[in-house]
Each structure stands twice: as structure tokens, then as C-alpha cells.
């Protein structure tokens, strides 16, 4: 049993890693809040350049002939980089959808009552018909509202909470990064045991999450990945809003990073029918 | 990242099943609570069993991976658990196996493999808990013994045990942490009185051990004198390992009588209870899947547990209350019976977040350890 990272995966999502930090750093992070609603089309082209939408087609057709492992790990580096878009609907649009594996076309999917990006997408797949516009608490994420609830898809639901993973990975970074360079009462705050056990926290849920998100990746079972999608929304909500107390005032403003993490999680938690339709499943698999 | 098991592993895996299937049956009826001397024999017997078949040394000499499915196996097959070899198997033998000299390893392993022995711990004291290198109890040197007098708590098996693995002060002015020194004490020594504690549950299932002037031979000491710190935290290391795979196992088996109970008495109607389940349900699956990790970072770091044993017991512990309480709300009043299955589960289940480094101190270990964050001043 080989639970780690392979080094080609290992490779794949430092590739990620990298080239995010590179395109789409702070300073971009802050251009896309201040333009709201618009995509930066030159990064999705390259997004699709380096494979993040063919990641799992065949090499056949052109794609990368990776499979759920390493597509959990690049979204869990979207996550982490709090990449704007609609992410999950392009990829798993990459078989069907001319032009949604290079990145040359953005494609928006309906995913429970909510449809994300669907003014910015070149392609709307099936159901968004009467979709309304709402004023969405994400700056990062534009949402239209849709009458008829969208199945859920496990993949779809697989790959939003390895985002949710990168999430809680961030947080926890972000809030122990602050709680070691914060000084108040002449120390820096993570010496104090109350801001200890908060970061140790943020730390147990991402780690706690992470072998739940890895193994449904492995194993592709439905029950898997519904454990998988409520440990991964409760380390992202929970984390940042953890991390959003360990910045104090700082992390009530607008200018700091944390509240976009915050709200991109809660954004994502209510992908897939939310949480409940995740804890029914597992129910009924116990008495199954 | 790949959850499958090699052929050997698998190969291992069918030919445990088949043993347990064919030993399991003769063995006699599990002694009661309060029967010391019965348990004592039940727990050493099924080692013997173990030994004669080859499983004695799993917790020692298998790759973790092994040890895995060993723990998973027994546990699935309602094998009895390791009881009073506990602290023998897991904490001194191991601290023995990695720090003793040749003629200590023969003189104590041995017996403990082949269920001869039973050692008990001690460690805290009444005024040694969560800061335990501040204990007091004192050895002094006379001649070739140590004369040791002090008092150890919350010693499980004391009452039954062969052996203490000991930690005693030997030298009182150095910093608190490098004037230990890790002894093994007979408990039949003169000077050794043993008082029962009773737990909450009810059930004495440790004990207060009084030390009154024991002579223990320096022979045997494991490790330099006071250079027990270190010694003791190869043993801590271990505890915080795979000790809680089969306790998974358990729990998830726990978890799906208790659906099928609430199932039968109409408490599954209720959707903020069926959806508890069904959290705990992802909880148990992660914590699996948490071992399985920490386990392969064990394989691939040379059998070494490491500090993501901090991460899975805080979680763990709470998960594990969360689990009976979650019991209590499916048993309704009857919760309230000690005679109902879960409800004295539910009361061990206390001990849980307290019982080896409380999960306060868990958490500074996280934060210190493993996140960098400083030491409080």
C-alpha cells in the first residue's frame, strides 16, 4: 500500500503549484476582485495549454490520460490559489464540449439550484433555462439562481472538495504565518495556547480531510466521496473562518485575502445537493 | 497514491482469516470485569496462541502495513484484544526491543511474546499528569540497586502485572527533563503496594502503585541514567502509532448497529439523527483512511510512527464520544440502563480525549511540532 504521492503526481501538482503562483499571484487575485464577473481568458487558455481540462481524456484524443488522483491534486492547487471560474463544469466538459480542453471555451454546468459563471460561459449546459441573477455574496463567483435542482454528478462533487481541500490547506498556512509574525502583549500570538489550538485544528480537519478526499479519488465510490465531501466542506468553512479569527480585525476587512476564502467555500459547500444529500447517502449505506 | 495491498500482504491477509476461524471457536467464555486473575490468564493465553502461531511479534517485527492487517483481521474476526499485554506489547517491550542491551531483550521479550508476562506503566503521578517530567518519585544508588520510593497513578494492570516500566528521578538538580531514568521493576519487590482506583464506569480498571523504599537491581535500567526522557519517548512514539487501528474497525462495526437499532425502534425516522449517522459514517471512513495513510508514511519512513499520530488521536478521541453519544440519543431512556449495550461505552468513551496526553496538550504538540508556532513563555 502506497497511500503517497507518486513523483509523477508529485510532479503534476507542483506544475500547478507553479504556474499559478506565477499567473495568477496576489496582485492578480486582487485585479479579479476589482473587476467582477469577467474571466481572465488568456490564464484559462493556459490553463488548457498545461492540461488541466484534458487532464483524464484519453492521450488519443489529445488529453493528458491522467485519471481522478491527479485531477483532485490540481484542483486542490485551484483551491489553495482561490482560482476564479467555473472550474469543475469546464473540465468535465473536456470530452463533449469542442474547444473546453484547450481552455478556448468556458463552459457553465447548473449544479443544485445554483449556476456559476453562466453569463461569462460560452457554452450552458443543460437545465439553466430561466436561470435568474443574484447578488452573489462571492466577489469572485457570479451566481444565477435556477428553478429546477441539477442531479449532482460524484465527480463534480469529488473535485469541488478537493478545491475545498486547497482551502482548508491555505487557511491553516495563512493563519499560522499571521499568529507567528502578530506580536501583542510583546510575543507573537501563536505562543498563546488559544491561538495554538485553533491552528491545530485547522490543521487536524485539512489532514483529516485530505486522506478522506485522496482515497475517493483512488477508489471513485460514491459513499467515499460523499465522506470525502463533508470532511472537505467542514476543513474549509470551519478552517476560514478560523483563520479569520486568528487575523483579528485585519481579517474583517475587505482588503485582506481571508474573507475570499471564506465565501468561496461557503460557495462551493452548497455544490452537489450540499451536505445533507451527502449525509443521507451515507446513512442509507449503514443499513444497507 | 495506491490503497492496494501486495500479493504477500494479501496472501498474509487469507491465512490469518483462516486461523482465526479455526481458533476462535475453542477458545473459553471472557472472564468477567472484576475477575483479575481470570482476565490475567485469558489475555496471556490468547498471546500464547498467537505465539505458537507465528503472530506473537507483529506489533514489533511486521512491516506497518502488516500490522494493519493483523489488527484489522482480529478485530473484524471479535478476537480478543491485546488486554493485559498491553503496556508489554506496545510500550515497554518496544522500548526495550529498541533501547535495552542484548541480555536485557533476552531476559524480558521473550517472556512477553510468549505470554508469560504482564507489565504495567509507571508513569504519572498525582502531581505528574499532563507535565509528566516534573515527576518526583526519587531513586536513590546503593551499591548495585536503586532504592526507590515515590507513588505512580492510573497504572492499568498493576494489580496483576509481573513488571513496572518505571520512570524515577535519579538525579534532582538537573533540568527536570535530564534527570530521569527508565527502570524495570518487579512488582512482587518489598516496598510495592498496589491500591485499586475506581473509574467513573464503575470498574477499577487501574490503580494507584506506592513505592516505600524498593530496591530495584540497576541492572535493571534501559538506557543511561537519566537519559530515561528520550527512552520514554520512543515509547510514547509508539502508543500514538497504529494502537488504534482495531478500536476503528470496532467503532465502524458500532456505527452500523446502532443504524439497524434505530431502524427497529423508529428513532431512524428522524432525519437530524439518521444524518448524525451518517456523519459519523464519514467520520469513521476518514479516520480509516487517515490510518492507512500514516501507516504508508510509516512504510515509506523505515517503520518510524510519526508526529501525524497527534492528528489522528485528537480526532479520533472526539469521534469516539461523538460515537456514543450518538448511541445514548438512539437509545432513547434506556440510555440510561448500564445493563443496555453502549451505555458503559459510553462512559470509557470519557477517558478517551484524557488518557494519553489530553487533547489539550495533543494540540500543542500539533501547533509546536508540527506547524512551528513558539513555545508559550
Redesign the interface.
Given at each position: 500500500?502506497?497511500?503517497?504521492?507518486?513523483d509523477e503526481?508529485r510532479a503534476v501538482r507542483d506544475g500547478m503549484r507553479e504556474l499559478l503562483a506565477r499567473r495568477f499571484d496576489g496582485e492578480a487575485l486582487r485585479a479579479a476582485v476589482a473587476a467582477p464577473g469577467r474571466l481572465d481568458r488568456s490564464l484559462w487558455r493556459e490553463l488548457g495549454a498545461a492540461g488541466f481540462f484534458a487532464l483524464r481524456l484519453p492521450e488519443a484524443d489529445g488529453g493528458v490520460g491522467l485519471g481522478l488522483?491527479e485531477a483532485v491534486l490540481v484542483f486542490e492547487e485551484a483551491g489553495r490559489a482561490l482560482l476564479p471560474g467555473p472550474l469543475v463544469a469546464t473540465h468535465l466538459a473536456a470530452a463533449d464540449v469542442p474547444g473546453a480542453a484547450t481552455g478556448e471555451r468556458v463552459v457553465a454546468a447548473p449544479d443544485g439550484r445554483l449556476v456559476e459563471w453562466l453569463a461569462e460561459a460560452d457554452v450552458v449546459r443543460r437545465g439553466a433555462e430561466g436561470a435568474v441573477p443574484l447578488r452573489s455574496a462571492d466577489p469572485l463567483t457570479p451566481l444565477h439562481r435556477v428553478p429546477a435542482p441539477a442531479r449532482p454528478d460524484p465527480v463534480a462533487v469529488l473535485l469541488t472538495a478537493a478545491e475545498q481541500l486547497g482551502t482548508a490547506t491555505r487557511a491553516?498556512e495563512l493563519a499560522?504565518q499571521h499568529?507567528?509574525t502578530r506580536e501583542q502583549f510583546g510575543?507573537?500570538i501563536?505562543?498563546?495556547?488559544a491561538?495554538?489550538?485553533l491552528?491545530?485544528?485547522l490543521?487536524?480537519r485539512a489532514?483529516?480531510?485530505?486522506?478522506?478526499v485522496?482515497?475517493a479519488?483512488?477508489?471513485a465510490d460514491r459513499?467515499?466521496i460523499?465522506?470525502?465531501r463533508?470532511?472537505a466542506d467542514e476543513a474549509a468553512v470551519q478552517g476560514a473562518r478560523d483563520c479569520l479569527q486568528v487575523h483579528g480585525g485585519m481579517g474583517f476587512t475587505w482588503e485582506s485575502e481571508v474573507h475570499l476564502h471564506l465565501k468561496r467555500a461557503w460557495v462551493r459547500a452548497q455544490r452537489g445537493g450540499g451536505g445533507?444529500e451527502?449525509?443521507?447517502?451515507?446513512?442509507?449505506?449503514?443499513?444497507a | 497514491?495506491?490503497?492496494?495491498?501486495?500479493p504477500e500482504?494479501e496472501d498474509f491477509r487469507a491465512r490469518l482469516r483462516e486461523w482465526l476461524a479455526k481458533v476462535l471457536p475453542t477458545l473459553g467464555p471472557k472472564p468477567s470485569p472484576d475477575d483479575w486473575p481470570g482476565r490475567r490468564a485469558y489475555d496471556l493465553g490468547w498471546q500464547r496462541m498467537l505465539y505458537d502461531a507465528g503472530y506473537a511479534d507483529v506489533h514489533w517485527d511486521a512491516s506497518p502495513?502488516t500490522r494493519l492487517i493483523f489488527l484489522e483481521e482480529t478485530e473484524q474476526a471479535g478476537a480478543p484484544y491485546v488486554g493485559a499485554n498491553f503496556v508489554g506489547l506496545l510500550h515497554a517491550g518496544p522500548t526495550i526491543a529498541a533501547e535495552g542491551t542484548p541480555e536485557q531483550r533476552e531476559r524480558w521479550l521473550p517472556a512477553v511474546l510468549r505470554g508469560e508476562e504482564v507489565w504495567c506503566q509507571g508513569f504519572s503521578e498525582p502531581d505528574a499528569g499532563s507535565d509528566l517530567a516534573s515527576l518526583r518519585t526519587r531513586a536513590r544508588r546503593d551499591g548495585d540497586d536503586y532504592v526507590v520510593t515515590g507513588s505512580k497513578i492510573w497504572t492499568s494492570h498493576a494489580e496483576v502485572a509481573d513488571w513496572c516500566e518505571l520512570l524515577v528521578r535519579t538525579d534532582s538538580s538537573a533540568p527536570k527533563h535530564r534527570g530521569i531514568s527508565w527502570l524495570a521493576m518487579p512488582m512482587d519487590a518489598p516496598g510495592v503496594t498496589v491500591r485499586p482506583l475506581r473509574t467513573l464506569a464503575g470498574s477499577a480498571e487501574f490503580a494507584e502503585v506506592f513505592l516505600d523504599e524498593v530496591r530495584v537491581p540497576v541492572a535493571n535500567r534501559v538506557g543511561d541514567e537519566n537519559d530515561g526522557w528520550r527512552v520514554t519517548m520512543v515509547t510514547l512514539s509508539f502508543e500514538r502509532g497504529t494502537a488504534f487501528v482495531g478500536e476503528v474497525v470496532a467503532c465502524r462495526r458500532v456505527?452500523?448497529e446502532?443504524?439497524?437499532a434505530a431502524?427497529e425502534n423508529g428513532r431512524?425516522d428522524d432525519?437530524a439523527l439518521?444524518?448524525r449517522?451518517?456523519?459519523l459514517?464519514?467520520?469513521f471512513?476518514?479516520?480509516w483512511?487517515?490510518t492507512?495513510?500514516n501507516?504508508?508514511?510509516a512504510?515509506?519512513s523505515g517503520g518510524v510512527p510519526g508526529v501525524?499520530g497527534s492528528?489522528f488521536k485528537?480526532?479520533y478521541s472526539h469521534a469516539r464520544q461523538e460515537l456514543y453519544d450518538a448511541a445514548a440519543d438512539v437509545l432513547g431512556p434506556d440510555g440510561l440502563d448500564l445493563d443496555r449495550p453502549w451505555v458503559l461505552d459510553r462512559l470509557s468513551s470519557l477517558s478517551y480525549t484524557i488518557a494519553a496526553g489530553t487533547s489539550?496538550i495533543?494540540?500543542?504538540i500539533?501547533?509546536?511540532r508540527?506547524?512551528?508556532?513558539?513555545?508559550?513563555?
Open positions: 500500500m502506497r497511500f503517497q504521492l507518486t503526481q488522483p491553516c499560522v499568529a507567528r510575543q507573537p501563536g505562543a498563546f495556547q491561538i495554538k489550538h491552528c491545530a485544528g490543521l487536524v489532514e483529516v480531510a485530505r486522506a478522506a485522496y482515497a479519488a483512488v477508489t459513499t467515499d460523499a465522506a470525502a463533508l470532511l445533507t451527502s449525509e443521507e447517502l451515507l446513512a442509507a449505506e449503514l443499513v | 497514491m495506491d490503497l492496494s495491498y501486495t500482504e502495513t456505527l452500523g446502532l443504524a439497524c431502524r431512524w432525519p439518521r444524518r449517522l451518517g456523519r459514517n464519514a467520520e471512513r476518514a479516520l483512511r487517515l492507512q495513510w501507516v504508508s508514511e512504510e515509506a501525524g492528528v485528537l480526532r489539550q495533543q494540540r500543542n500539533v501547533a509546536e508540527i506547524l512551528g508556532l513558539p513555545k508559550g513563555r
